[in-house]
T-cell receptor, first 113, second 111 residues
Framework: GDSVTQMEGPVTLSEEAFLTINCTYT??????PFWYVQYPGEGLQLLLK?????DKGSNKGFEATYRKETTSFHLEKGSVQVSDSAVYFC????????????FGQGTRLTINP | EADIYQTPRYLVIGTGKKITLECSQT?????MYWYQQDPGMELHLIHY???????EKGDLSSESTVSRIRTEHFPLTLESARPSHTSQYLC??????????FGSGTRLTVV
């Protein structure tokens, strides 16, 4: 079946550090990857997405490139801020048969000033 | 503004009570979903619907039930709440090209 594996957390960084959260997947059909962010006490917000191979999604300084050859969609940010502290979920939507969003296990990120 | 609404945001209820978690969306999406999020953060699909009068069980077995009588409304019901049902429940909907929108969630505590 379809599955998403994401870098385990928790991750703690200092402000202005470089961030990478790895995400790889296995999927049948035509997958589309997403990154969602969940701030404390809230639901999920779409951070960025890609729709085809080699697409780069970007938002709020975060970037991720959909690499079909390595089945990866790693999240990066050059300089993190305290306000980036949240839980980040990599997810995959497969538009074949039962369209569902499959999530990775989530990575809790804490940024210290 | 198009959005998806969940009520209540927080609910504390006694064991054995019947509860319904509400979810409504204003985007006209055909597909809607319920996810259960455990304290370890993982999200598990428990129900989904492709349209009116269509409901399916998700990947994680759940004692809850759902109904889809109107496109915009996808309520989740627990006939008899138990402490093991304590969790956060997230509702979502998606458009035809796979764009998903999530509600703010209902945090349920059963005592």
């Amino acid at each position: 079946g379809d599955s998403v594996t994401q870098m385990e957390g928790p991750v703690t960084l200092s402000e202005e550090a470089f961030l990478t959260i790895n995400c790889t997947y296995t999927a049948t059909g035509y997958p589309s990857p997403f990154w969602y962010v969940q701030y404390p006490g809230e639901g999920l917000q779409l951070l960025l997405k890609a729709t085809k191979a080699d697409d780069k999604g970007s938002n709020k300084g975060f970037e991720a490139t959909y690499r079909k050859e390595t089945t990866s969609f790693h999240l990066e940010k050059g300089s993190v801020q305290v306000s980036d502290s949240a839980v980040y979920f990599c997810a995959l939507s497969v538009l074949q048969g039962a369209q569902k969003l499959v999530f990775g296990q989530g990575t809790r990120l804490t940024i210290n000033p | 503004e198009a959005d998806i609404y969940q009520t209540p945001r927080y609910l504390v209820i006694g064991t054995g009570k019947k509860i319904t978690l509400e979810c409504s969306q204003t985007m006209g999406h055909d597909k809607m979903y319920w996810y259960q999020q455990d304290p370890g953060m993982e999200l598990h699909l428990i129900h989904y619907s492709y349209g009116v009068n269509s409901t399916e069980k998700g990947d994680l077995s759940s004692e809850s039930t759902v109904s889809r009588i109107r496109t915009e409304h996808f309520p989740l019901t627990l006939e008899s709440a138990r402490p093991s049902h304590t969790s956060q429940y997230l509702c979502a909907s998606s458009d035809r090209v796979g764009g998903y929108t999530f509600g703010s969630g209902t945090r349920l505590t059963v005592v």
